[in-house]
């Protein structure tokens, strides 16, 4: 009996070690790199670790298929380095015999792709599966409705222009005034009449000094009394 146990189990460690290699089918590789993205507070790789990796995978697979027949021992793992380097593959729990198709995996860690790598502290650059593309993160909704942002921004602009024509508006009206202003003054010295006497015009007399005429004062100086 104990003999039937052993030859079970090393077929199927044989089995197991043939799934899981180096570009074998259904086989996928993850590098990671803790020192890279948590520096100091980098932790350790260790066996704890690769059983929470082989864990998520399991929850992965169990929530991609609705089905919870994957446990965590249909993960398998293999050509582990120290540099943080392994494959991995996902054996079928109901044949147990056979891999599941890689394009099952593949879609199971892009949906939960978050959660895993929220599980080890790691982003997509850190945690790679290199065969497996980057999820990319939802977009990011703007908390404002852009069609509020668009208005906004055309309003403003309305009423920039607005003031800017108001402004020119009242400014090229007074320069209006003053050019009318001073038209105005121009024209009322050309129509006001100039008054001469003995053919000296009156504006140009100093009517403080006053002004004396050559021709009294000659006579003047004729009856100056003795």
């Not at 890279?36 to 991609?64: I, P």
């Not at 494959?87 to 109901?94: G, I, L, N």
């Not at 939802?138 to 908390?143: A, D, F, H, Q, R």
């Not at 008054?195 to 003047?220: R, S």
């Amino acid at each position: 009996m104990l003999g039937v146990l052993l030859l079970a189990f090393s077929l199927v460690t044989i089995a197991h070690s043939d799934f899981c290699r180096p570009d074998a089918q259904n086989a996928f590789k993850v590098r990671i790199s803790i020192k890279t993205a948590l520096g100091d507070n980098a932790y350790a790789w260790d066996a704890s670790e690769e059983y929470l990796f082989k864990a998520m995978v399991a929850f992965a697979m169990r929530r991609y298929s609705d089905k919870e027949t994957t446990q965590i021992s249909n993960v398998l793992l293999c050509n582990m380095t120290e540099r943080v380097s392994f494959w991995f593959v996902v054996t079928d729990s109901a044949k147990n015999v056979t891999t599941v198709p890689g394009s099952e995996v593949e879609a199971a860690i892009r949906m939960n792709r978050n959660r895993i790598n929220s599980a080890f502290l790691l982003t997509d650059n850190t945690l790679q599966f290199l065969k497996i593309s980057s999820t990319l993160s939802p977009p990011i909704e703007p908390t404002v409705p852009v069609w509020l942002i668009v208005f906004s921004v055309v309003l403003c602009l309305v009423v920039a222009g607005i003031l800017f024509l108001v402004v020119s508006g009242i400014r090229q009206r007074k320069k209006n005034n003053n050019e009318s202003v001073e038209i105005g003054d121009l024209e009322d010295k050309c129509d006001t009449p100039v008054t001469t006497e003995n053919g000296i015009p009156c504006d140009i007399l100093d009517l403080k000094a006053g002004q004396i005429n050559g021709v009294y004062a000659a006579d003047d100086e004729q009856f100056t009394p003795l």
